[in-house]
T-cell receptor, first 115, second 111 residues
Framework: ETGVTQTPRHLVMGMTNKKSLKCEQHLGHNAMYWYKQSAKKPLELMFVYSLEERVENNSVPSRFSPECPNSSHLFLHLHTLQPEDSALYLC??????????????FGPGTRLTVL | GENVEQHPSTLSVQEGDSAVIKCTYSDSASNYFPWYKQELGKRPQLIIDIRSNVGEKKDQRIAVTLNKTAKHFSLHITETQPEDSAVYFCAASGGYQKVTFGTGTKLQVIP
């Protein structure tokens, strides 16, 4: 349960605030992901980083800005969010074996509420 | 892009009965199909996965079947127990770490 950690676990912010979500993986993986999970919707892939390079940006609004300084850390910077951005934000990691998709390990998530 | 449909959205079974959840996918290039279980307030966790070179895979009370021609795959849970109650997600991937998830099935096992 401690392989992928996320902080904070809960976050309440106003629409004009700037905040950041942090994810850290201790599994030696080289790929990291951000997902958005809303009620009654599938897990939506937001960003994928493999070997510290962004390989996927799934049409995410620019008010969400990812950062991957190394293979163990992933950030999601938030700026001028909307109430509809309230959701559970999940981080995950996996091992990228030359394009072959492998098991993803999820963090506990950050429950974000935008007022 | 890939589209994954999952049915049913909710499923109630008596303890000891079997549960079946079905998914279809659209991209014939998809070759990896994991299933995740998410208990209330917890993170999704992989319970079983299958790759396209295999038609069926079992792990104790859990099995997954894949029909590549029809582009559908199913999760089978036998002898269900109350601790099987959770939301189950299917997913499909064609590689390069891009995974598309289904909408989830809320399984309730009634003691």
């Amino acid at each position: 349960e401690t392989g992928v950690t996320q902080t904070p676990r809960h976050l309440v912010m106003g629409m004009t605030n700037k905040k950041s979500l942090k994810c850290e993986q201790h599994l030696g993986h080289n790929a990291m992901y951000w997902y958005k999970q809303s009620a009654k919707k599938p897990l939506e892939l937001m960003f994928v980083y493999s070997l510290e390079e962004r390989v996927e940006n799934n049409s995410v609004p620019s008010r969400f800005s990812p950062e991957c300084p190394n293979s163990s850390h992933l950030f999601l910077h938030l700026h001028t969010l909307q109430p509809e951005d309230s959701a559970l934000y999940l981080c995950a990691s996996s091992q990228d074996r030359g394009g072959r998709t492998d098991t993803q390990y999820f963090g506990p998530g950050t429950r974000l509420t935008v007022l | 892009g890939e589209n994954v449909e999952q049915h049913p959205s909710t499923l109630s079974v008596q303890e000891g009965d079997s549960a079946v959840i079905k998914c279809t996918y659209s991209d014939s290039a998809s070759n990896y199909f994991p299933w995740y279980k998410q208990e209330l307030g917890k993170r999704p966790q992989l319970i079983i996965d299958i790759r396209s070179n295999v038609g069926e895979k079992k792990d104790q009370r859990i099995a997954v079947t894949l029909n590549k021609t029809a582009k559908h795959f199913s999760l089978h849970i036998t002898e269900t127990q109350p601790e099987d109650s959770a939301v189950y997600f299917c997913a499909a991937s064609g590689g390069y770490q891009k995974v598309t998830f289904g909408t989830g099935t809320k399984l309730q096992v009634i003691p």
